[in-house]
């Protein structure tokens, strides 16, 4: 397969190079250059296969001609170790695909686990491997997302950059009380500066050519492609419902989106998908009048969607041909206000008696604005436990019962080891250079 770019330069060659490099040669993003069909037994028969054999095909699907079945097999294995259930919510009409049962409670684990996996099968194979640094910007989810995914791999090292005193206290100890191979960078900064300077550093040619660098920031195709399998794994549970599905995706950086589309081109049988935001809704602004206005991000109790310029808008232009037409006939947006976010979070746990954390509800209320229950089943991603955002969901019901994990309590208490950054990028490079492989 090769992966061609959104800026319409070079193209590369194989996931490979696509999961080390990341960018194309002048900085665009990469994409799979076709997007095959699966066979129609298979989609019609989705209910009748296992989660672990829905998984291999459709990564075979993706990945197939570069890594051995075998191979993918244990990959699939290793990455995918936990439930990801759906579950009804009311009548067969609305139902939460709770992706957040992996080891750090949010989505992110999920693409998270098999990039990483894929990462060292790939090193493995190389005679003379160099260790590689991976770095990630983050405004928690992703960061801690990639620490445990990547804890303690061999010839990897992962360096978390997350802006200073935008986090809560929960948040930054997921991040920054890891040590051995996870470096923990504090940007005195925004999160789009932090993003940005991952981005710089990896398009820097000086430094590319001394250290070998790549990004688990959601730019990266191989963390994005995995998350197709899910698309599949949430009708199959539908066990041959008739009607079709609608999606409704929590979105911030539109990486669960982008491969909600590509399931669909693979042929998953979707009606159409809600673009679901808070505040910073420069998606659905774009839906609404067909002009693309990146704006800086304001902050939000879905925090991990504040984002006002999204990595994979391009992604999705790509995906549609730039027709506006097409895209916003395929895609409705939708934004929610932290008051009815907090107002539909309660209205959710009281009436149906379901805890959704603040980014789960935004999805939720978008796709009760939308569905058309007659033709239509509704999902949405469920992308993070509530107790991931213990504070919120504590202040909008005082008496819910919520228990902190004991492993979340336990890194409350651990020691915070940090190295702080300005948010110019000659700070970076430096350190990035003057560290030893
Ligand atoms: C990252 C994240 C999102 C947004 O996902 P994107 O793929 O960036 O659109 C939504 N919810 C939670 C909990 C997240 O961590």
């Not at 890594?67 to 170790?81: G, R």
């Not at 790939?122 to 770095?135: N, R």
């Not at 994979?312 to 895609?331: E, G, P, Q, V, W």
């Amino acid at each position: 397969m090769n992966y061609s770019s959104t800026n319409g330069d070079t193209q590369v060659g194989s996931l490979c190079e696509a999961l080390f490099q990341t960018f194309s040669s002048k900085g665009g993003l990469l994409m799979p250059e076709v997007i095959n069909l699966l066979p129609k037994e298979f989609l019609l028969n989705l209910h009748t296969f296992s989660f672990q054999e829905i998984c291999l095909k459709v990564c075979l699907n993706l990945f197939g001609d570069e890594i051995p079945e075998e191979d993918l097999a244990k990959i699939i294995q290793k990455a995918f170790n936990f439930e990801i259930p759906l579950v009804e919510i009311y009548e067969k009409e609305v139902y939460s695909l709770e992706l957040f049962h992996g080891k750090t409670l949010s989505f992110k684990d999920i693409g998270m686990s098999f990039m990483a996996e894929l990462m060292s099968y790939f090193l493995e194979k190389e005679k003379e491997s160099q260790d590689i640094t991976v770095l990630v910007a983050t405004t928690g989810d992703t960061g801690s997302a990639a620490a445990s995914a990547f804890f303690k791999r061999k010839g990897i090292k992962l360096c978390i950059l997350y802006p200073k005193n935008k986090l809560s206290l929960l948040q930054e100890k997921q991040l920054n009380t890891w040590g051995e191979n996870i470096t923990a960078l504090e940007i005195d900064g925004t999160y789009e500066d932090c993003k940005n300077l991952v981005r710089e550093v990896l398009i820097d040619k000086e430094l590319n050519k001394k250290i070998r660098l790549t990004t688990a920031n959601s730019h990266n195709i191989a963390r994005l492609l995995p998350q197709c399998v899910y698309y599949f794994w949430a009708v199959a549970q539908l066990k041959g419902e008739k009607r079709t599905t609608i999606f409704s995706v929590p979105s911030g950086n539109f990486g669960n989106l982008t491969a909600g589309i590509i399931a669909k081109k693979m042929g998953l049988r979707i009606s159409r998908f809600i673009a679901a935001t808070n505040i910073n809704d420069v998606v659905p602004q774009y839906l609404l009048n067909g002009s693309f206005e990146p704006r800086p991000a304001i902050r939000t109790i879905s925090s991990s969607m504040d984002t006002g310029n999204p990595v994979n808008f391009k992604r999705l232009l790509t995906l549609y041909n730039h027709s506006y037409t097409r895209f916003s006939a395929d895609i409705a947006g939708y934004r929610l206000t932290d008051r009815r976010t907090k107002n539909t979070l309660k209205d959710l746990y009281e009436g149906y008696n379901y805890l959704a954390d603040p980014h789960s509800t935004v999805a939720y209320a978008a796709l009760k604005n939308y569905l058309t229950p007659e033709s239509e089943v509704g999902i949405f991603l469920a992308s993070a436990h509530p107790v991931k955002y213990y504070e919120v969901v504590k202040q909008t019901i005082p008496d819910v019962e919520l228990e902190m994990p004991s492993f979340l309590e336990e890194t409350l208490r651990k020691e915070k080891k940090v190295v702080s950054l300005s948010s110019k990028i000659d700070g970076l490079k430096a350190f990035l250079s003057n560290t030893p492989n």
